[in-house]
């Protein structure tokens, strides 16, 4: 697999302007809770945990590393800055819980690589959409090329696991999150 980071010519790439500003912006995905893909969740078969203020759900959709996941508020709040005092002070033994789980696990587990976990990339982007939600992806023990942000850019890049792995990564999981 190779990727486009080292050995291109710079002075070959193509250079993209940027656009100017525009006066109002689009609207987000579900602003103001309405149509909002977190609000209208049905139980399936990729939700992890949950509690009255939150719920874990596996990333399953052309995703490259099993056991990717994502926390997302019960309540529909407009980014981190619109959640409870309650939310806010629980978010971060959530956080804590999920990156706990996916580094407990063992050679053999079921994830890239042998399973094993490096560290935990925790990302929390606020232009898709508008109800709480951070990403959490389990960086593959010993790849040293996907360390920091190039983590989610090999994730575009690399082949997507199989249903099988990502349900099976899944479930190891929700295992380690209901403990
Ligand atoms: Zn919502």
């Not at 990727?3 to 100017?20: C, F, I, M, Q, T």
């Not at 609000?39 to 009255?52: K, S, V």
């Not at 040293?144 to 990564?169: I, K, Q, T």
């Amino acid at each position: 697999m190779t990727h486009p980071w080292v050995g291109a010519d710079e002075n070959a790439l193509p250079r993209k302007e940027l656009s100017p500003p525009v006066d109002v912006e689009p609207p987000l995905h579900g602003a103001g809770g309405v149509g909002c893909n977190a609000c209208e969740h049905e139980p399936d078969q990729w939700d992890l945990y949950e509690d009255d203020l939150w719920r874990v759900r596996a990333l399953h959709q052309d995703m490259t590393f099993p056991g990717s996941a994502m926390l997302h508020s019960k309540r529909h709040a407009n980014g981190i800055a619109d959640l409870t005092p309650q939310e806010a002070a629980t978010f971060g033994v959530m956080c804590q819980r999920i990156t706990q789980a996916l580094l407990s696990r063992e050679a053999g587990s079921p994830g890239y690589g042998d399973g094993r976990v490096g560290r935990v990339h925790m990302h929390f982007w606020g232009d898709g959409g508008e109800h709480f939600h951070v990403w959490f992806f389990p960086r593959p023990l010993g790849y040293l090329d996907l360390r920091g942000s190039f983590l989610v850019e090999w994730e575009e890049l690399l082949p997507p696991a199989s249903e099988a792995e990502l349900l099976a990564g899944a479930a190891d999981l929700r295992a380690r999150l209901n403990r």
